[in-house]
């Protein structure tokens, strides 16, 4: 059964350093998410993305972040310069057009 | 503002037993809702969705009512077993369609003892 799946499944930087979450979608979808969920809390949306552009942002996704689909088949998140409230548990998910958003096993992101 | 809450942050059952789960959201506009499963460790895992022209859908041993009326959600699980030992997750949307920004709710823990 294809998934999505992410890299690193956990990284560890040191507070100012940019991240870089790397996400393989299911390759026939077209809509593609960032999430995030801290430790004990919610899952958190953070981006969407179709069509080689963000079509929805939450307001923790500021001028911090930036998504990138460089190629056809990874779609990343960048974190320009991390701070502690950033550590988090990250999911990349995708969707076919209409279809159910499938989630990835997540990066654990730690930031020191 | 919209938020999607869970009454019960944690659920003890007996393996065999069946469980329900609920979940009250606020945005009367949320016309899908879907459950997740979440494992330790791992991402969400779809359980099931409902639409909100719907009242009940039921998938193999899981069962998802929606109340409109009262903007209630609850996912039964029948005969549940050490396996669903999970957090469980209710989302929801506005839009009529299923893809677009999710909206989650806190999570129950079911532990499920054998």
């Not at chain 2, 050490?82 to 989650?104: H, I, M, N």
Request: a negative charge; one cysteine or more; proline letters at 4%.
């Amino acid at each position: 059964e294809p998934e999505v799946t992410q890299t690193p499944s956990h990284q560890v930087t040191q507070m100012g350093q940019e991240v870089i979450l790397r996400c393989v979608p299911i390759s026939n979808h077209l809509y593609f998410y960032w999430y995030r969920q801290i430790l004990g809390q919610k899952v958190e949306f953070l981006v969407s993305f179709y069509n080689n552009e963000i079509s929805e942002k939450s307001e923790i996704f500021d001028d911090q972040f930036s998504v990138e689909r460089p190629d056809g088949s990874n779609f990343t998140l960048k974190i320009r310069s991390t701070k502690l409230e950033d550590s988090a548990m990250y999911f990349c998910a995708s969707s076919e057009a209409g279809g159910l958003q499938y989630f990835g096993p997540g990066t654990r992101l730690t930031v020191t | 503002g919209e938020s999607v809450g869970l009454h019960l942050p944690t659920l003890s059952v007996q393996e065999g037993d069946n469980s329900i789960i609920n979940c009250a959201y606020s945005n009367s506009a949320s016309d899908y809702f879907i459950w997740y499963k979440q494992e330790s460790g791992k991402g969400p895992q779809f359980i099931i969705d409902i639409r909100s022209n719907m009242d009940k859908r039921q998938g193999q041993r899981v069962t998802v009512l929606l109340n409109k009326t009262v903007k209630h959600l609850s996912l039964q699980i029948a005969a549940t077993q050490p396996g669903d030992s999970a957090v469980y997750f209710c989302a929801e949307k506005r839009g009529g369609t299923s893809y677009g920004k999710l909206t989650f709710g806190q999570g129950t823990i079911l532990t499920v003892h054998p």
